[in-house]
Structures are given as structure tokens and as C-alpha cells.
């Protein structure tokens, strides 16, 4: 079974930046899409930005358009998202997630990682 451990996240300053990764177990990481996905308190989790699994065809919700990047290497089974520009609104947990398809929704969710708290201070 592939397991997903994500890492990087803390708090930081409104404007700031961190990077998460999501590094995966298991021989067929390279065969799914990947997602990146966020819950913040009293909330219900939402989809933030999905890449594929061959070609690196990326796509982001509106709130992370422009400001986060999603990017995978498969050699190293390891998925990042790159959050620039943070404001106090992306405070959540954010989990990543292997794909059964090139997808939007939670339904769509083969697996989930643990999760890492992001916390952005005003």
C-alpha cells in the first residue's frame, strides 16, 4: 500500500512563502494523478490544485492560481506545492492525495497523506 508523508508546513508572516512536499512509498507513484487539497477549522476540505501523472498537466483552484505552483518528481515519489503570496485565509491543514484520475473532487481521492498545518499570521 503507498503511503504519503507531507512536510513543510509552519507559520509565517502574511506575504510569505513555504514549500510542502509529499513524498510517497511504493513503486507506481509515477502512475497517478496527484492532488493537494485543504481543511481549515470549521470548514470542509477543498481541493487546491491536481497534476497529472505523465506529462505534468497542472490545473489550480482560483485561490491558488498565481500565487501556488504544484510540481511532482517522479525519480524521487515526491509532490510539492509551492505556496508564494500567503494570506491569513490559507491557514489549513493540507493534505496531499493520489488521484484516481486527473481530477477536481474529493471523490476522486484513491489515498490521503497525513496532512502538515499551514499557518499564516496577519
Known amino acids: 500500500q503507498v503511503q ?3 512536510s513543510g508546513g509552519g507559520l509565517v508572516q502574511a506575504g510569505g512563502s513555504l514549500r510542502l512536499s509529499c513524498a510517497a512509498s511504493g513503486r507506481t507513484f509515477s502512475a497517478y494523478a496527484m492532488g493537494w487539497f485543504r481543511q481549515a477549522p470549521g470548514k470542509e476540505r477543498e481541493w487546491v490544485a491536481t497534476i497529472s501523472a505523465g ?3 497542472t490545473d ?3 485561490s491558488a492560481k498565481n500565487r501556488f505552483t504544484i510540481a ?3 525519480a524521487k515519489n515526491t509532490m ?3 505556496l508564494t503570496s500567503l494570506k491569513p ?3 489549513a491543514v493540507y493534505y496531499c492525495a493520489a488521484l484516481t484520475a486527473y481530477s477536481r473532487k474529493i471523490g476522486d481521492v484513491r ?3 497525513q496532512g502538515t498545518q499551514v499557518t499564516v499570521s496577519s
Request: charged share 40%.
Open 4 to 6: 504519503r508523508v507531507e
Open 55 to 57: 506529462r505534468a498537466i
Open 60 to 62: 489550480y483552484s482560483d
Open 72 to 74: 511532482r518528481d517522479n
Open 80 to 82: 510539492y506545492l509551492q
Open 89 to 91: 485565509e490559507d491557514t
Open 111 to 113: 489515498s490521503w497523506g
